[in-house]
């Protein structure tokens, strides 16, 4: 049975950093396109990043854009989140997931539909 985990996931004053990782076993994703979303309480899945599978391209939200970095690591078959300059409003349940495709438009991207495997999430908290 495919399992997305994600670790990383915490509490962090404002300014700080977190770095999430995600995790895949029993298939091999290293192909496929990646992504991030977060949710808070009462609110919609919000799209964060993505990431081509051959890296060549990344996407992110316009809330996270130059603090997020998003990157993967085909030998462990995951991709890391590394989020820094943390605000009050980036709190939110993360998750990862896998898209049904190794590359992707900006569109496709933001798109939660498109992907077929899902996390479970982590809690990051971002106190003020």
């Known amino acids: 049975q495919v399992q997305l985990v994600e670790s990383g996931g915490g509490l962090v004053q404002a300014g700080g950093s977190l770095r999430l990782s995600c995790t895949a076993s029993?298939?091999?994703?290293?192909?496929?396109?990646w992504g991030w979303f977060r949710q808070t309480p009462g609110k919609e899945r919000e799209f964060v990043a993505a990431i081509t599978g051959s890296a060549t391209s990344t996407y992110y939200a316009d809330s996270v854009k130059g603090r997020f970095t998003l990157s993967r690591n085909y030998n462990k078959n995951m991709v890391d989140l590394q989020m820094a300059a943390l605000k009050p409003g980036d709190t939110a349940v993360y998750f990862c997931?896998?898209?049904?495709?190794?590359?992707?438009?900006?569109?496709?991207?933001?798109?939660?539909?498109?992907?077929?495997?899902w996390g479970q999430g982590t809690q990051v908290t971002v106190s003020s």
């Open positions: 029993e298939r091999d994703f290293s192909r496929r396109a």
């Open positions: 997931a896998v898209h049904y495709l190794p590359s992707l438009s900006n569109t496709q991207a933001m798109n939660d539909h498109e992907y077929e495997y």
